[in-house]
């Protein structure tokens, strides 16, 4: 398993989710992550009294 976090996307910052990509690609190669899972892109759910934020998930076949 491989966790990565990007802490300065908000800002456009050097270490953010593009900084990620072409690291891992240089590190892991190519086609090497076989699932995404990215915080908040599925949208903001009222649920159970709360509310959630979905996670966005990409699969390999999916991803551009």
Known sequence: MLVAFGFDEEINGPQEAAFLARHLEETRGKDSIELIIDE?????????????????????DTLL
Do not use: D, N, Q, R
Not at 45 to 59: D, Q, R, S, T
């Open 40 to 60: 908040g892109g599925g949208g903001i759910h009222k649920a159970y009294g709360g509310l959630f934020a979905f996670p966005e998930v990409g699969e390999k």
